[in-house]
């Protein structure tokens, strides 16, 4: 064997060691923890725990030995923690997560572990006999049955700001699609008085737990014939409400697409709400934060600009896929 080849064998195994070891997180790099009951197909969940770098939160309360309370109040933890150091290493290497509907059994408990760049390992929560995974559930056990040291208050949401913004300093609208908790956000349309520009990334979607996008080459330039920047509803300028329904288990497998809008003003401020598109035969998910997102938006104004939103989305969309 010449010296070329051995270089190139070397180059060769120096990729695929790379490869390997490309969806090994580090602890340091842990962004989220999240718990969830999943019944089913993976959009009907209801969030257990959730844990950041400086927060736990637990909706409904803690929970008994047999059961989460569905009626309790939220609790929250601010403050520093040391959970994110005792995630097994196994979990950081891989995922190992079996869907409900692969099996017999209709429901399971999904553990995710998520890190800065957005990238998760998910498993079925549970059980184990390794010593790094019994302390680690012994930890979410803890904090769970409200039976370790952190303090947890009631967990309560701002109200919203009383400025009132003025609609004729509005500059632009921005519609964002929401994918893949905690941070894939795809611009899909700036809208101004004169014009929409829908960007390069079109279609965005979650495939085996991969966000994938077909990629237009372009920006394309529309005419406003909907009237968007118009119907700019005067609920969207009394400030921000943004909820990020991926929390609760929206959006991860776009069974139902979330969007952000952003409401943009000449002094630079941007007003920033949320709403989702749903279909409602398949949308048997009973979950209050989607009701309390509803009853929002239950004036006239709010609902047509929302309806033209949503044309203006699938007008698009249906070109795009006939393209």
Avoid at 152 to 167: C, M, N, Q, Y
Avoid at 216 to 225: G, H, P
Wanted: aromatic share 16%; with cysteine; charged share 25%.
């Amino acid at each position: 064997m010449n010296v070329k080849n051995i270089i190139y064998s070397i180059f060769i195994l120096f990729l695929l060691n790379f490869t390997v070891k490309a969806d090994v997180f580090n602890r340091q790099d842990v962004s989220t923890i999240t718990i969830h009951n999943i019944l089913g197909y993976d959009f009907q969940k209801s969030l257990i725990l959730k844990i950041t770098a400086d927060s736990i939160f637990i909706p409904y309360g803690f929970c008994n030995d047999k059961e989460c309370p569905v009626d309790g109040q939220d609790l929250e933890y601010l403050g520093h923690h040391d959970i994110f150091k005792f995630v097994p290493e196994e979990y950081l290497i891989r995922s190992n997560y079996i869907n409900p509907m692969s099996y017999d059994g209709m429901g399971t408990t999904k553990l995710e572990i998520c890190i800065v760049d957005g990238r998760c390992h998910s498993w079925n929560y549970g059980e184990s006999d390794d010593k790094e995974m019994i302390l680690f559930y012994d930890k979410l056990k803890q904090i769970r049955t409200g039976k370790s040291e952190y303090q947890f208050h009631p967990k309560t949401i701002p109200p919203l700001a009383k400025v009132i913004f003025d609609k004729k300093n509005l500059t632009s609208i921005n519609l964002y699609q929401l994918i893949a908790y905690p941070f894939t956000e795809v611009l899909l349309y700036t809208i101004t008085a004169d014009s929409i520009t829908g960007y390069p990334s079109k279609i965005c979607y979650l495939n085996i737990g991969k966000l994938q996008c077909e990629v237009k080459s372009k920006s394309i330039q529309y005419q406003d014939k909907y009237n968007i920047f118009k119907a700019f509803p005067t609920l969207f300028l009394s400030g921000s409400n943004f909820i990020d329904l991926r929390e609760y288990g929206g959006g991860d497998n776009n069974f139902f697409a979330l969007f952000k809008i952003e409401g943009c003003f000449n002094d630079g401020h941007c007003n920033i709400w949320d709403f989702y598109d749903v279909n409602r035969d398949i949308d048997d998910y009973v979950n209050r934060y989607h009701y309390d997102i509803t009853n929002r938006y239950n004036d006239d104004e709010t609902k047509e600009f929302l309806s033209k939103i949503m044309q203006l989305y699938y007008d698009t969309l249906k070109s795009n896929i006939e393209n």
